[in-house]
């Protein structure tokens, strides 16, 4: 499968614990891209990412999120002491290196709140 | 305001209709716009991509972009029933590290058999 891999494709957490979503672009592509989507809400973007570097973190909460984008492995995006509103689909996008490539979507990781 | 404005519908259509899907937007700063199409539990999957105003043409599909009135538009010919899903249009303007896009809530689409 060629396609942008997210992983877990369901997460449950109890409030106060860690949330870890993982995101593998497509082979060939080396920007990568979150957005949250809330319920009844459209897709909001949060992170741009290339290899070792934040490029963009205007649509990230001040607190509690962090994102990375290693030389080697997956694209994190990491929920510390998570709360019900952070319960969403999370979804990771990536394009090829360039200006203006289209951006092309994973199948996303709904996290869930107890 | 919201930037981008788009009826969530539901649009309920018989297959074989012309289909039209629309979004405005308020920020003149857009150069580039997107139509995905999103099925219930899934990603958005990239149906069309282009660069400021005119048409473009994919099989069954054509996008429309009109700049002066900040207006975008999905045609959809032949509807089949497996074009049921959601439409969302997206846009961003022409970089400089903000490439993170801009979407519309979107618009549940139904074609009835």
């Known amino acids: 499968n060629a396609g942008v891999m997210q992983n877990p494709r369901h997460l449950v957490r109890r409030r106060g614990q860690e949330a870890r979503l993982r995101c593998s672009p497509m082979k060939g592509h080396s920007h990568v891209y979150w957005y949250r989507q809330l319920p009844e809400e459209g897709l909001k973007f949060m992170v741009y990412?290339?290899?070792?570097?934040?490029?963009?973190e205007s649509g990230m909460p001040k607190e509690r999120f962090s994102a990375e984008f290693p030389k080697e492995g997956p694209s994190i995006l990491r929920i510390q002491q998570v709360v019900r509103g952070d319960s969403a689909a999370y979804f990771c996008a990536s394009s090829p290196q360039g200006d203006n490539q289209p951006q092309h979507f994973g199948d996303g990781t709904r996290l869930s709140i107890l | 305001q919201k930037e981008v404005e788009q009826d969530p519908g539901p649009l309920s259509v018989p297959e074989g209709a012309i289909v039209s899907l629309n979004c405005t937007y308020s920020n003149s700063a857009f150069q580039y716009f997107m139509w995905y199409r999103q099925y219930s539990r899934k990603g958005p999957e990239l149906l069309m991509y282009t660069y400021s105003s005119g048409n473009k043409e994919d099989g069954r599909f054509t996008a429309q972009v009109d700049k002066s009135s900040k207006y975008i538009s999905l045609f959809i010919r032949d509807s089949q029933p497996s074009d049921s899903a959601t439409y969302l249009c997206a846009m961003k303007d022409s970089g400089g590290g903000a490439d993170g896009l801009t979407f519309g809530k979107g618009t549940h689409l139904i074609i009835q058999p």
């Open positions: 990412l290339q290899k070792e570097n934040i490029i963009d």
